[in-house]
């Protein structure tokens, strides 16, 4: 005879101030759960409570729930249990996360002393629920949970990592059968993956289960949650969600041999000596429930899981575009918007922001047929009730509108051409226009009121003006369009189908994380926009992106935008130069000059020297230094533009916003300052040095450095 359990973990996409939604996605998520039989239900981070206690539906299940609680003044954020009506303990996180987008001591408090043992207190309840709990106090702090077969410790996924702290040795003396590892983790490309094989290794440390769940969709910020529900016992996965999912619950339901575990820990004598110490003893609240069941055979291994092709198949390159297509679904039905516009320029930066939209519409409808929510949600962003798209063409062409804004001094044919091309073979409603008369009539104001005409090629300023002049004409332009084109094409003369009963179009920009850290756009043009899918990529990860699209969806036309010479477009063409020229160092370069400020936090001099051995052998100290003060030069003139950056969907942790990248927005000029005369100095040491060495420079370590002479 053996015990066994049947465990729900779940991914909700839950949306900030959206109360009755959440609550109606967690008793879904409870009502599922006890559906398959389930007798735990964990959920993501942060949930709330309500009316669960009353709720005869939410009962005969374990809950375990994830809220913020106030404690003698302070907030924390909590795992709470609940078992038939009852609060069984509250168990405060103990450990703030405050990396990257994360900044959780800014709004709560970590629970407990530093000491390593357990600390539980007693909480007064609100009279509210004292009344349905039967009693005035419950236990609030660090405890197991024991039921009448197994024990459980509720946790977030990042107290879960952080099993080889102190704090956590308790877990591998108390014999925990069930961990639950309840998160908030967003998109991020490979983090994943990383994150899952983590807790495998900790499930197999340990040999017991552990409940990962996740928070998935658009909560009303920049970022995508994706969900991933997955079950983990003695270190192999037994059960696992869809990450990149169009539903609203997403309930996993694993059966865990609990027996499986008990089999290793006997074996663990020191951990046994700790206990007989009395070491790191943690108390337990105790609930009067089982769940397991006995069953014959018990011990016989469960089949292996085995994950579905879609998971198998989609490499990193298909993440770039599935994760922001996934977020900007979730937005777009949220949004009360009826679709997208996307200003084309024939660069593959726009190219790759229409296919994320492309993306987003082959995903839904490929759900739509069985997911009720996604069918219904398509009929009401089109606005055209007991209406279905026959492909994911059709579909996009209710939703994908482009647009190509030429001014015929500076655009060219070949640009045209390919977006022209590129919006034929997405089915997007395609709209391609001459803006000169916007343009000239902006222009002429200026002669108009004070005789002067600026012209390009005159002063650096007149270059500078009419080149932002053009660009912003694209953006005011793009706006007009996006509130009137909903309209515009279903008038009862031109379409038989009514106009959307919604708002008017997202406006999407496409502007990469190079471009926003070197400043190389314009302020309020069309990288001004609604939100940008692509602006936490680089220029690398956005080419892959387009290579995978080309493949996977038999794309032949990005071969063209793949090939194609870089160009702003906003000069005459007869001496407009293309992007690498005109910026002075290519992608990858800039790529590596943003990683080291932004990620290494380095300033100019550390950056010198460290790229100085990087690039030995490709570029002399030199050019290096040029490099780097180029850089500089750029980035301190045009810091000022992020302040008013499109927000982006995260996709990296290499973003440019002030979300992610805290700076000033104002820098002092950096051309002859002391940090560039150290370079300085420090190139005339390497070239001294490379000629008495014959040609190499040797840096501190004896290393050889190239240096040109």
Known sequence: MGRQAILASCSLAQWALDLEG???????SIHEAKAKGATLRTGPELEMMLDLLTDESCRDILLDIGMPVQHRGFRYICRVTAYNGKLILIRPKTWMKNIGNYQESRWFT??????????????????????????????????LISTQDLCLRTLTCDETLMFKTPTHSAMCVGDIDIFTASAAE???????????????????????????????????????????????????VIAQGPRFSLHDVDVIIATVNIDRGWTYRPKRHHQ???????????????????????????????????????????????????????????????????????????GIDSCSTALVVYTMCTFAFNLLRTDKQVALDIQRITGIKDWLPKSPQEFSNRILHTVYMSVSQCSTPETQSRAQRLAEQLNAHHLS?????????????????????????????????????????????????????????????????????????????????????????????????????????????????????????SLPILDAFLDATPRAELRPSCFAPRDEKETGMTHDQLFTLARLRSQERLGPLAMFEALVVEWQGQLGARETAELVKRFWISYANNRHKMSAVTPAVHAAFCGAGDGLDRRPILYPQFEGTRVFKQIEKRVLELERSSREAGGNAVDECGNAIAVAV
């Open 433 to 553: 226009m001459s803006i000169d008369s916007v343009y000239q009539a902006a222009r002429d104001l200026l002669p108009q009121h004070t005789g002067y005409t600026p012209h390009f090629r005159g002063s650096l300023a007149d270059d500078v003006a009419l080149q932002n002049l053009q660009a912003r004409s694209r953006s005011t332009t793009a706006y007009y369009f996006a509130h009137t084109l909903p309209t515009a094409r279903h008038q009862p003369s031109t379409s038989p189908t009514p106009a959307p009963t919604c708002g008017g179009l997202v406006v999407l920009s496409s502007v990469n994380v190079e471009e926003c850290r070197r400043g190389n756009q314009t302020k309020h043009d069309c990288s001004s926009a609604d939100l940008s899918p692509i602006s936490s990529l680089s220029e690398t990860q956005v080419r892959k992106f387009v290579k995978w699209s080309r493949h996977h969806y």
């Open 186 to 236: 967003h998109f991020e490309l490979g983090g994943y993956d990383s994150l899952i094989s983590s807790l495998q290794e900790k499930s197999e440390e340990r040999k017991g289960t552990i409940l990962y769940s996740n928070q998935h969709g658009c909560d009303g910020d920049r970022l995508y949650y994706d969900g991933g529900a997955t079950s983990i016992s003695n270190g192999e």
């Open 272 to 346: 046994q000596q700790q206990r007989s110490e009395g070491k790191f003893l943690y108390p337990r609240v105790e609930v009067a429930c089982n769940l397991t069941r006995k069953v014959q055979n018990s011990f016989r291994s469960a089949p292996r899981y085995v994950p579905s092709k879609c998971e198998r198949s989609l490499p990193v390159e298909g993440e770039i575009g599935v994760g922001p297509a996934c977020y900007l679904w979730h937005y777009l039905r949220r949004s009360g918007c009826s679709g997208f516009l996307v200003p084309l320029s024939g």
């Open 110 to 143: 970590p629970w407990g002393p530093t000491c390593p043992t357990s600390h539980v207190e007693e909480y007064c309840l609100p009279q509210c629920i004292a009344a349905v709990q039967g009693s005035e106090k419950v236990p609030i702090g660090d405890a």
């Open 22 to 28: 959440n609550l109606v996605r967690i008793k879904q």
